[in-house]
């Protein structure tokens, strides 16, 4: 407890202190930072009330910082309108609604206010705070930064079998037995996250990220940094030995090399070729990458149990939802899933359904088709809404709305491995780069325009003048 309360001080004290020599925009990536570092270990319990994770501290000082300082730091940003509000508001109403109906009351309603409090907030401060181009690229830094440290504890894991999770008491996660689901893939690295998978995710999601940074940053430090970063991550989301992440990358950085225009075709080629070079010089890599995929097909192996696993949950949600109509609306409430006490057949036996490795099953049956078509239509906006300001914003501005559209369609797939929206590192990141899809555009444009305002005032002076207005 007294580490915890340590970190909790730190973590408030460095933010509080990055508001009072930046301001509180110069403070978002320091908040993007340390929401995304520590692990759901790192809470003090509060009996009866929320469990306070040091992400939950930090958004709670954030609302403070925000509310004193921030709103008043750039008047622009915050009479803009919030992006997505409509679609927000309404997920937000019908989870309250569906916790007034739920089987468990309290869990659901305490599970609604924690998606506002912990992702909501964060979502609108920044949302209505970011004015900067150069904000967003530091946010985005931050995040590669912040993974590359848990690359570091991932390294110590796998090479020297020691987990920083041993520093903080076990806390209970959503996860449970999964038939078939065995220890036989070695040391699988987590580093500060609940799950192997989970850190797989917010890799798959940090590499193109630290590939765009590329483009960017031009300093030797900070590309030697982001080189660094780059083959670190590559290495932990290997060792995670999770085959999702895995897809979830080669899909993502497959559609960067087809559609990208600027230097990042140029810097996936000499990863592929590095990749390809290590295949070909460590043919155990291959190897056991290829016996995984080909166990994957195989019912009778740990990987194929765990595979069809989640086919199973499918077919559970179609027959509990089919019983009820209006369930099948509303769901069971939400965080529901795990107080079902779901039993059904599996491999020939009967099996009680603790684990819900699926997303979008969990959404189904916590909130219904209605709560599932909600979160659908927010993250098909905003990828649509990457997608677009990709084709639309001048090169090279537009190459951020292309990574941009591959975390949120990466965030998607992995939401069909593992329940990982609502809850987690992952879902701060994925909220943050949401509000950053939303206002990029926008901030691109003011930073255009106002570069050509300042381009015709120069040449209305003429170049002598010109130059000793700049000088």
């Known amino acids: 407890m007294s580490l915890i309360i340590a970190i909790d001080i730190l973590a408030v004290g460095w933010l509080c202190a990055t508001v009072f020599r930046k301001g509180f925009e110069g403070a978002l990536p320091l908040a993007a930072f340390l929401m995304m570092l520590f692990p759901v270990e790192s809470q003090i319990r509060l009996p009866g009330l929320f469990d306070l994770t040091t992400q939950r501290l930090l958004v709670v000082v954030l609302v ?34 569906s916790s007034a109906n739920s089987v468990v009351p309290d869990v659901s309603f305490k599970s609604t206010l924690s998606q506002l409090l912990d992702f909501l907030v964060p979502y609108y401060i920044y949302a209505k705070t970011v004015s900067k181009v150069e904000t967003v690229n530091k946010i985005l830094f931050a995040f590669v930064a912040a993974m590359f440290v848990c690359s570091i504890f991932g390294f110590l894991e796998a090479y020297e079998n020691w987990s920083v999770l041993s520093l903080f008491p076990p806390a209970a996660h959503r996860f449970a037995e999964v038939p078939g689901e065995i220890s036989d893939r070695g040391v699988r690295c987590q580093a500060t996250f609940a799950v192997t998978i989970l850190f797989g995710a917010a890799l798959a999601m940090a590499i193109p990220l630290a590939l765009h940074l590329l483009t960017v940053f031009k300093a030797r430090g900070q590309r030697a940094f982001l080189w660094s970063a780059i083959m670190l991550m590559f290495l932990n989301i290997y060792k995670t030995g999770s085959r999702g992440p895995w897809l979830a990358l080669v899909l993502s950085l497959v559609i960067l090399l087809l559609l990208s225009r600027n230097a990042v075709r140029k810097y996936l080629t000499v990863i592929f070729l590095l990749t390809a070079t290590v295949l070909i010089a460590r043919p155990g890599v291959w190897e056991t990458i290829g016996n995984l995929y080909l166990e994957t097909e195989n019912p009778d192996t740990a990987q194929g149990s765990s595979y069809q696993w989640r086919y199973a949950l499918y077919g559970i949600t179609e027959r509990e939802l089919s019983k009820d109509f209006g369930r099948a609306l509303s769901g069971y409430g939400p965080e529901s899933f795990y107080y079902l006490g779901l039993e059904g057949q599996f491999q020939g036996a009967t099996w009680k359904f603790e684990s819900c490795d699926s997303a979008v099953v969990e959404l189904l049956m916590d909130t219904g088709c209605v709560g599932f078509l909600l979160v659908a239509a927010l993250l098909l906006k905003a990828a649509g809404a990457a997608f677009q300001s990709f084709r639309r914003l001048p090169s090279p501005a537009n190459s951020l709305c292309l990574v941009l559209f591959v975390n949120i369609c990466a965030f998607c797939f992995m939401m069909t491995n593992v329940m990982l929206f609502g809850w987690g590192q992952q879902a701060y990141i994925l909220w943050i780069l949401i509000a950053l899809v939303m206002v990029y555009p926008r901030l691109v444009q003011a930073e255009s325009i106002s570069g050509e305002e300042v381009a015709i005032g120069a040449s209305a002076l003429g170049p002598d003048l010109a130059h000793a207005s700049w000088a």
């Open 64 to 97: 403070v910082l925000y509310l004193t300082s921030g709103r008043r730091e750039n008047d622009t940003a915050e009479k803009r309108p919030l992006p997505l509000k409509y679609l927000a508001v309404l997920l937000l109403a019908w989870m309250l609604l």
